[in-house]
């Protein structure tokens, strides 16, 4: 389903016009996400991921290719079907939390939280019901869903993370090695795909220009 995008809410967009958010950094833009996580069928151990690749120079490897306990010889990569699985609980979970609708007060000392949409309205959105001092916003707001999504995306972009992640030095290095893992790399295709598909059907990051301008072609 499209995710809405709630005209009472409160957002960057003066920021996003003029690209502000777009000078983020991959850390800084993804920094409130919730780390993906997959305990490791073979030990149990939880591994968590942030990125495509781990260590570096010479150690540069996928961080799917071995379970973080030093212990454990067994290889996650081995298991996609099952972080597929994962993911994509992980990715409905997200999206039932932000169609649930929670509204909290924007004031921290008022802490309402309800799910009924109050019926007065002021320029910044809701009035609160409890405090009627200040207005009522999303908990969990559809630009906060968009970037958990793109977030999923991003630990899975293996195109991307040899392009824009990978140092000099690594790449320098990661040319030569990391094509020896063509498989490893088509495992990585097929999570990013299962985020994708969620994706295509957002319309979030989408300017419909033919739209935009309907009303102005009427005066041609």
Known sequence: AQFRVHQF??????DAMLGGPTQLTDEEKYRDCERFTFCCPKCGTENIYDNVFDGSGQNTEPSLLRCCNVGCDGSPVNFVTQISNKLILDVRRHIKKYYSGWLICEEQTCQNRTRRLPLSFSRTGPVCQACLKASMRLEYPDKALYTQLCYYRFIFDWDYARKNVLSEGDRGFGSK????WPDVANEYKKLKDVVEKVLSVSSYSEVNLSKLFQSLSTFK
Not at 9 to 14: P, R, S
């Open 9 to 14: 809410q409160k957002d960057d967009e003066t």
């Open 177 to 180: 090695h990391i094509p020896m």
